[in-house]
C-alpha cells in the first residue's frame, strides 16, 4: 500500500481534515444536547466549553428529520 495514495493532493487531504473536523464538532455538540457530562475523563473535559456557555449544543436529529429523544426512564 505504501506510495500507493501518493498523488492525493495537498489540497484534498486538508479538505478532508477541515470536512473530518467538522463531523466531529457536531458530533461532540450533539452528544452535549444529552447530558454536559460524561464519566469518561477525556470526554468530560471536551465537554467543558459546553457547561461554560462558550459552545452551544445541537439537537440531533436523526435521518428522517425526527428529534432523537431518550427513551422514558433514561439520563
Known amino acids: ?38 464519566p469518561v475523563a477525556a470526554l468530560d473535559d471536551l465537554l467543558m466549553p459546553f457547561r461554560e456557555g462558550k459552545r452551544k449544543p445541537l439537537v440531533p436529529f436523526s435521518a428522517d428529520a425526527e428529534v432523537v429523544a431518550l427513551a422514558a426512564g433514561e439520563d
Do not use: G
Not at 492525493?8 to 473536523?21: N, T
Open 1 to 38: 500500500m505504501q506510495r500507493r495514495y501518493t498523488h492525493i493532493a495537498k489540497e484534498w487531504r486538508a479538505q478532508l481534515r477541515k470536512d473530518l473536523q467538522e463531523v466531529w464538532e457536531q458530533a461532540l455538540a450533539e452528544r452535549a444536547w444529552f447530558s454536559m457530562h460524561s
